[in-house]
T-cell receptor, first 112, second 117 residues
Framework: QKEVEQDPGPLSVPEGAIVSLNCTYS??????FMWYRQYSRKGPELLMY????GNKEDGRFTAQVDKSSKYISLFIRDSQPSDSATYLC????????????FGAGTILRVKS | EAGVAQSPRYKIIEKRQSVAFWCNPI?????LYWYQQILGQGPKLLIQ????????DSQLPKDRFSAERLKGVDSTLKIQPAKLEDSAVYLC???????????????FGPGTRLTVT
């Protein structure tokens, strides 16, 4: 079993839809939870991060962490074609030097 | 502020050949990371430097991979000899923080896409 599981997709939605991206994990020690966006032939760029449980909102993006279920989500409202990319979740724990452990990434396609 | 620079962007080699990648981190960033991203997978940490010392190389295949960060700035990652399964994107990232205290503050370069035939 992988430490971090993420459905690779692709997920195809019409412009304006609400997108839900999810990851599950097995290591309860994880404390930081990050979402990265990666465009084709580019490096990952940080979208949002959350420490421990709870919600965080930034514009059209909302990140949720449920540590009791070991489940994290990223919601994108009013999705745009420019949101088409691969979305990677990543997690880290102090006791492992905060080394990032990534999911496989979900490919998102927003059609206009 | 300039980002993380990597070169070359693309490289095609035959198996058993050697290859080297170069990374120039963001100015002043103490910590430098090399990741391997195989197609369809997330990045996997190969090695972490703090200044010019190695912090974590537990996932670096040391029989064929080597890395150095002389003078605590630029870094090179070398593969010798390359295998077919080394085909991947090699990402370099840097962070101002020391000791992984802010894991979300890693800035990634565009990567080097390696194809081994």
């Amino acid at each position: 079993q992988k430490e971090v599981e993420q459905d690779p997709g692709p997920l195809s939605v019409p412009e304006g839809a609400i997108v839900s991206l999810n990851c599950t994990y097995s290591n309860s020690a994880f404390q930081y939870f990050m979402w990265y966006r990666q465009y084709s032939r580019k490096g990952p760029e940080l979208l949002m991060y959350t420490y421990s449980s709870g919600n965080k909102e930034d514009g059209r993006f909302t990140a949720q962490v449920d540590k009791s279920s070991k489940y994290i989500s990223l919601f994108i409202r009013d999705s745009q074609p420019s949101d088409s990319a691969t979305y990677l979740c990543a997690m880290s724990a102090w006791e492992y030097g905060n080394k990032l452990v990534f999911g496989a990434g979900t490919i998102l396609r927003v059609k206009s | 502020e300039a980002g993380v620079a990597q070169s070359p962007r693309y490289k095609i080699i035959e198996k058993r050949q050697s290859v080297a990648f170069w990374c120039n981190p963001i100015s002043g960033h103490a910590t430098l990371y090399w990741y391997q991203q195989i197609l369809g997978q997330g990045p996997k940490l190969l090695i972490q430097f703090q200044n010019n010392g190695v912090v974590d190389d537990s996932q670096l295949p040391k029989d064929r991979f080597s890395a150095e960060r002389l003078k605590g700035v630029d870094s090179t990652l070398k593969i010798q000899p390359a295998k077919l399964e080394d085909s991947a994107v090699y990402l370099c990232a840097s962070s101002l923080a020391i000791g992984g205290s802010t894991p979300y503050e890693q800035y990634f370069g565009p990567g080097t896409r390696l194809t081994v035939t």
